[in-house]
């Protein structure tokens, strides 16, 4: 099985000053994260705004990153969709892209109920045998909880590797945990539960703060499972503060802004998505200088 790591970066897109995708930065952006504790970078996925990159826009992302960290870490292609076709094509094309893994979503807008988020997983996994699949549970983006009972039958299937569990649940975690056999990966899709994640049977996180402190991160992860609790903790509350803040709005939007206030020219996020009033600025300056990062 395929070992993505503890810290998975769900990287950001950069964009040009007029809206175009900045290859370059992001191949700069990638190799930078891999030097700082990213093990996989997970690329189009929501941080990277997949919903209004087109799909000719992604895979040459896929192969700018692939190219960017090629034998220094892994990348895993965001290749969901709510139509099951469309998630086919998209990770059948990544997989000739070269990229080592995918990540699906939970089918947003049309609300499937459980056994039609079997078939749609189960068909995508059967389609790309060869790629590891890890499952994306957001609820509060797609409308819909994809239930442990479900993820449990999905398990079986060979190349259905792990979740990015994101419902904030960690009840749900430990039922994940629980049902599902020892070597199916459970990533946490919270950065602040990533601590808590890891007591009830996770193996680490799709981050966004990784962007910042991947190196942290991981020396939090590594001092909790050689048993240094406290040491973790200390780290989780250290960075706490930080965590809530790439969320005081939509993520990936806050995220940008800390990268820029470090010299990162990675440009607004594209609309819907906007920069609202400067005060989230002003608030991520405090946080930052507070961690030590500007």
Known sequence: MVDFGRILTAMVTPFKEDGSVNYDLAAKLAEHLVN????????????????TLSWEEEYQLFGVVLQAVAGKAKVMAGC??????EAIAATQKAAKIGVHGCLQVVPYYNKPP???LYQHFAAIAQASPEVPVLLYNVPGRTGQNLQPQTVARLAEIDNIIGIKEASGNLDQV???????????????GDDSLTLPSLAVG?????????HLVGLLMQEM?????SGQVQQATAIHLRLLPLFKALFITTNPIPVKIALKLQGWQVGSTRLPLCEEESEFSQKLEIVLKEVGLI
């Open 36 to 51: 700082n504790g990213t093990d996989t970078l997970v690329v189009c996925g929501t941080t990277g705004e997949s919903p």
């Open 202 to 210: 996770a193996k680490g996180v799709v981050s966004v703060a990784s």
């Open 174 to 188: 430990s039922e994940l945990r629980r049902l599902t056999p020892p070597e199916f990966q459970i990533y946490s």
């Open 221 to 225: 992860i590594e001092a909790y499972t």
């Open 80 to 85: 969901g969709s709510n139509s099951t076709e």
């Open 114 to 116: 459980q056994a039609g």
